[in-house]
């Protein structure tokens, strides 16, 4: 056969045409085992126990690749382009949350930076080391608004924001997918977790979702459609039942919306066996029903369920399923492989300096830097530190590199790590005497241990005290009763705080924290997050002041576990001053966009074009910031818009927009926001029909807000 005559495998012919061609030739087998995921390695995710795949078919259509070595990849892949018939490629996906080997800060932390550049940045970074790993496919961004810090996952979504989350989206798609996906340095995006897992009731994972279709428009599908608008060539339908059609049978969800309206054209993956979890959900007798619903709804991939396996030659066969969709869905699957260019270069060439090269180092620590948030900095001024002759690093977290890397860790190396105590040594040794203690394990301590503490303690001239979460006290399947760290903490840091010396305390934790009887036992609070590889080393230049925090947060802090759920953009209440608990104050700790900075930024007055305007037409609101302090610093600035008369009621406040910038000191920097009506100041009905009125608005920004009349 002249090769001309095999159009499915000539990159020269259009997409679209190639597939044609090879549809024409494919059994229905064939097409089906397109449709299936299995495993290949070993597997490391202790939610995920599966099977270690040995043999696998050669026809099929993607593996969850547990290998950073091209070979193993690069073996299976020689089975699937020499002994199947047609010779089409696997492509193999990974679950790259927050980077590959070099570990970044998880998401939540990332939002906190509000510096979308760098996220965008360092996501091409960790594509490269993936997809030179033999990973084609990174299952992330995770854009779940969260906002329940009970749940575990909140640490792998932007955090509690539509707006962030979807900014944020955008970028890594950005980053993961490059200009063009057959690069051998960019990687396919997966949004997940389609949609709505973020509303896991009372924090629980997997469970039921009550989300009204209003909430579904207004919260949780923005990101999506960010991401999608972005190009991301592939989504992962959710776990969850949302308000009685689960995530992975939702055909308004996954065909509807993605489809028909969006016009997506890549493919979607279920989550881990959530196609036969539709029996335990109620909504399918069996898993040949449950296939049949899934696949039927227009999810196109069965990851680890073996349910289209199995069943769906069977469901066709008995007419249940339509060979169109069957051809359209493998279509799907075989775009995104084209778009890859997998089938011109299936294989994955040898790279070996590629991990943990300068410019992703660098991006590590900067990014970490960047993400820690100061949350209280006292009178005594003991941040930064300056010329300290002792140092104690006491806490069960300073020298443990697992919490520092936090959960989703690729395949990141502990030993890579700068711990706390590592970067600390790093930064102030040999100038400061630095001694360390443990105090206490996560949650556990004895006297002994809380003895030596208190020596050290005693000895030194200021205390950094790491306390916080273990890895895997977050993210998936990690859903906590109570946000306070253990008990063992708290005495911990009520011994030191009881001998008087300074405390700064350094939190890793993969979620807000409880920290009313934590906060006043110290002087200063910095919240490192799960910062990742470089994450002692960025601490360290917090705590040195070489690098001015700049992070805020992208959650709430509550008061307590009860308070929650506490979200900034909420609506408002019937009774504006009723209606809250007797026995905490209204507000929570720390609230969306509260972070300290070394320096003072200063927002003078705002000027807007024109305050009053018509539907079509822009409006510009300019603010400037001042560097009123002695340091250069990094300010973010967060807009606002209240829309408080509404045919559907609107939240109290609504991020729109926001920048990050540097100042030097004394310098001023002029912050604009260009209001379009159509996307700013809209919002959708509970069919996600764009809705606009006339009428007053108000801009908020820093301390100020700007009336606005649309008429
Ligand atoms: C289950 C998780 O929910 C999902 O986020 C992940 O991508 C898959 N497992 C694959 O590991």
Redesign the pocket.
């Known amino acids: 056969m002249k090769p001309s005559t095999v159009l499915y495998k000539d990159a020269s012919v259009p997409v679209e045409i190639r597939i044609d061609d090879l549809l024409s030739r494919m059994t229905t087998h064939e097409k089906v085992m397109q449709l299936n995921q299995y495993t290949l390695g070993n597997n490391n995710?202790e939610?995920?126990v599966g099977e270690v795949a040995g043999e696998l078919p050669a026809e099929l259509g993607s593996v969850?690749y547990y290998n950073d070595n091209p070979d193993l990849r690069n073996a299976y892949q020689r089975r699937c382009m020499e002994e199947s018939r047609l010779g089409i490629p696997c492509i193999f996906?990974?679950?790259m949350?927050h980077g590959f080997r070099t570990i970044y800060p998880i998401s939540l932390g990332q939002a906190c930076s509000w510096n979308v550049p760098l996220v965008e940045r360092m996501t091409s970074y960790a594509a490269a080391e993936g997809r030179m790993s033999g990973v084609d496919w990174t299952?992330?961004p995770?854009i779940d608004v969260a906002r329940d810090p009970r749940w575990g996952?909140v640490s792998?979504g932007y955090g509690e924001d539509p707006y962030a989350n979807a900014a944020f989206c955008a970028a890594t798609v950005r980053g993961y997918q490059g200009k063009s996906l057959a690069d051998s340095t960019t990687i396919a995006a997966?949004l997940?977790?389609y949609v709505a897992?973020g509303a896991s009731e009372a924090g629980r994972d997997y469970v039921y979702t009550e989300v009204s279709p209003q909430t579904l428009w207004d919260t949780y599908l923005p990101p999506y459609k960010a991401g999608v608008d972005a190009g991301a060539l592939t989504l992962?339908s959710?776990?969850n039942d949302i308000s009685g059609i689960p995530g992975s049978a939702n055909y308004y969800t996954l065909t509807e919306i993605l489809k028909n309206r969006w016009k997506h054209k890549g493919f979607v993956v279920s989550?881990?066996?959530?196609i036969e979890q539709l029996v335990n959900q109620g909504n399918a007798a069996d898993k040949k029903e449950a296939g049949l619903r899934a696949f039927n709804s227009g999810l196109e991939m069965d990851?680890?369920s073996h349910a289209y396996d199995k069943y769906l030659e069977e469901l066709i066969d008995e007419g249940k399923v339509d060979s169109v969709l069957l051809d359209e869905s493998v279509r799907r699957v075989l775009r995104v492989k084209m778009l890859l260019g997998l089938f011109e270069k299936p294989y994955t060439g040898n790279h070996p300096d590629r991990f943990m090269r300068p410019d992703a180092l660098s991006a590590a620590r900067q990014l970490a830097a960047e993400s820690m948030v100061l949350l209280k900095n006292d009178s005594t001024g003991i941040l930064p530190l300056d010329g300290v002759g002792r140092i104690a690093v006491i806490g069960p977290v300073a020298k443990s590199s697992a919490s520092l890397q936090g959960s989703?860790n690729g395949r990141g190396v502990y030993d890579e790590t700068v711990t706390l105590y590592q970067g600390i040594l790093d930064r102030f040794a040999p100038e400061a005497e630095i001694r360390f203690a443990k105090g206490s394990d996560l949650d556990k301590t004895t006297e002994v241990e809380l003895a030596q503490a208190v020596d050290t303690a005693c000895w030194a001239d200021v205390v950094i005290l790491c306390l916080g979460e273990e890895r895997r006290w977050s993210g998936?399947n990690a859903s906590r009763s109570t946000i306070a760290l253990p008990e063992a903490q708290l005495q911990l840091a009520e011994k030191i705080a009881a001998t008087g010396k300074p405390v700064v305390m350094l939190l890793s934790s993969g979620r807000p924290l409880d920290l009313s009887q934590m906060e006043p036992l110290a002087n200063a609070i910095i919240e490192v997050w799960q910062p990742g590889t470089a994450g002692g080393a960025a601490a360290a230049d917090i705590l040195s002041g070489d690098v001015n925090p700049s992070g805020k947060l992208a959650m709430t802090f509550p008061r307590s576990t009860g308070q929650i759920p506490i979200y900034y953009n909420r609506r408002g209440s019937a009774r504006r001053h009723q209606g809250f608990y007797q026995d905490i104050p209204s507000t929570p700790l720390y609230p969306f966009g509260h972070g300290l900075s070394y320096t003072t930024f200063v927002y003078g007055e705002p000027s807007v074009s024109s305050s009053t305007f018509r539907k079509g037409e822009k409006v510009t609101v300019t603010v400037p910031v001042t560097n009123t302090g002695l340091r250069a610093g990094a300010e973010a600035v967060l807009w606002f818009i209240s829309d408080p008369a509404a045919s559907i009621t609107r939240p109290l406040m609504e991020l729109k927009h926001f920048e990050k910038r540097e100042l030097k000191p004394g310098e001023t920097t002029t912050f604009k926001f260009v209001i379009d009506p159509m996307k700013h100041l809209s919002f959708p009905d509970a069919d996600g029909n764009i809705i606009l009125e006339p009428g007053d608005f108000k801009i908020i920004v820093g301390p100020h807000t700007v009336n606005l009349v649309m008429e």
């Open positions: 995710n939610n995920n969850i996906g990974y679950d949350i299952f992330s995770m996952r792998e997966c997940k977790h897992y992962m959710s776990f989550d881990w066996g959530s990851m680890m989703w998936e």
